[in-house]
């Protein structure tokens, strides 16, 4: 499904990532794992279009996207969940779903709204509230809602259990992995919490200064205690 | 029977709201200061001066053509500055700066034109008034009952359209979150072009009607543009309806300040009537920087009802 091959990008003339190869296939999660500032978040937005992309090549269903702009990205079924300000705060929780469906007719907003309500029940009791008046888990609730709303094919999720609670933690763990084996959603992931990540990925790719240091399975990751020493501080902690 | 001043001081109010509504817009939707916005102003007075001038009839007649005018001017100034530094990585100070640059631009381009009506055809291109060719109405002049039903019109419309329908929900997540808008699959640019158009197409009205009540000039616009800004600043950008509150304060204090200041000091006070507008921006970047839109009048009273904020209980 999602193919990104060689990619040297980066914001400018600064070069952050370095030869990075990456596939997500439906019905799978894939972590993006490693250090702070590797250079995940960049991956992201190089595969949305918030990058600067300076070689190699990024393909969604063998549609090449390299250069799309983002709004463009956002009708051909890839959703993208940022870290930080994932939600409009000043509107309200009704208007910030429907313009995470804005590339839908009136009548699909209108099932696609019912369908992710039910998913995230949390949420009907505040669709006239301010986004930003949301907890920290509810505003995470209504981000990941969000993504869902453009009923896509592939979720990218940027540190989507950063700052949250340990039970709102596993609510959204929780949600995430009924993405993949619910709603057969291809999901990329990058996480901060390896452990968590690694506990519900299909394979994983390990980035540490903008190169790919390590991609397979989990278990596989796990048994190089050098790298996860090294890289996620994660000894004898697994 | 409504008193001259009155009258006056709604009419300039009025026309200050729609007039600064448009440079409030897109400082709040593109996080730009359009200074060139004066120019548009003028451009509408000059499309409504060339129509009557050339085809005669009621000035009010043309005020979709100011509209279409100035709009599409504001669509290009978008379009060919404001774009094409955005995706440079310019900052707001260098895009206010390149507008002061398109102001001047259009500025000269009015002024020649100007000459070209004086000369060509000996119209008074360079100082109008068109107050020969509005109407009465219950003893009161059109230009009164225009602006304050235009101002009215526009801003019920632009409230609507800005809680009510699609594109106005996409441009408030747009003014909140950009980013956030594009990955949603909006697209900003058609957005803020929109915010552009509409903008300029109200200055191109308000200067179409200004003609109606003071003398067009080619500096029209431009000798403005201070208020302008006071009454954007003093309203406050971030509510719709701040540029009316800011617009009416601004005219009244303006128009009946000066002429009761004109009653106790002497005529010789006129003269400094463009003080007035300062005097209130300054008191109101002391006091309140955020415009009077958001102003918390609900703890300003509990404070003088109390004679102070009252005490939490722990």
Known sequence: MLDVSNLNAGYGKFHVLFDINLKCNRSEIVSVIGPNGSGKTTLLNSIFGLADIFSGSITFDGIRINGMLPHQISKIGISYLPQMNNVFSDLSVEENLKMAGYILNVKELRDTMDEVLSLFPVLEPFLSRKAGTLSGGERQMLAIAMALMKKPRLIMLDEPLAGLAPLVCRKVVEKIVELRDKLSIGVILVEQNAKKALEISDRTYLIVSGRSVFSGKPDELLQCEELIELYLGLKGKM | ?314
């Open chain 2, 1 to 314: 029977m409504i008193p001259p001043t009155l009258i006056d001081a709604i009419t300039y109010s009025s026309l200050l709201g729609i007039m600064t509504f448009g440079l409030s817009f897109v400082r709040r939707t593109t996080g730009v200061w359009n200074i060139a916005h004066a120019g548009l102003v003028t451009i509408g007075a000059y499309v409504i001066f060339t129509c009557t001038s050339f085809f005669g009839g009621n000035p009010y007649i043309y005020l979709p053509l100011a509209f279409i005018f100035s709009a599409v001017i504001a669509v290009l100034e978008y379009m060919l500055i404001i774009e094409t530094l955005r995706k440079r990585g310019a900052s707001t100070t260098i895009m206010l700066i390149s507008t002061l640059a398109f102001d001047l631009v259009m500025l000269s381009i009015i002024n020649i034109y100007a000459d070209y009506l004086q000369n060509t055809f000996s119209l008074p291109s360079k100082n109008f008034l068109l107050r020969k060719l509005d109407f009465m109405f219950l003893n009161m002049p059109g230009i009164f009952w225009t602006s304050l039903l235009l101002l009215i019109t526009f801003l019920t419309a632009l409230y609507y359209v800005l809680n009510y329908t699609k594109i106005g929900t996409a441009l408030r997540a747009c003014v909140s979150n950009p980013t956030l808008a594009s990955i949603s699959g909006i697209n900003v640019m058609h957005t803020n072009l929109f915010s552009w158009l509409i903008s300029g197409g109200l200055a191109g009205v308000a200067g179409g009607l200004l003609p109606l009540w003071i003398q067009g000039k080619p500096v029209l616009g431009d000798s403005l543009i201070a208020v302008m800004f006071c009454v954007s600043i003093v309203g406050g950008v971030e509510e719709i309806y701040g540029t009316v509150l800011g617009g009416f304060l601004v005219g009244f204090t303006q128009i009946l300040g000066t002429s009761a200041l004109s009653m106790v000091f002497g005529p010789s006070v006129i003269l400094y009537k463009s003080l007035i507008p300062m005097v209130i921006l300054a008191l109101a970047l002391l006091y309140a920087p955020y415009g009077i839109a958001k102003i918390n009048w609900r703890k300003i009273l509990t404070i003088i009802k109390f004679g102070g904020e009252p005490k939490r209980k722990i």
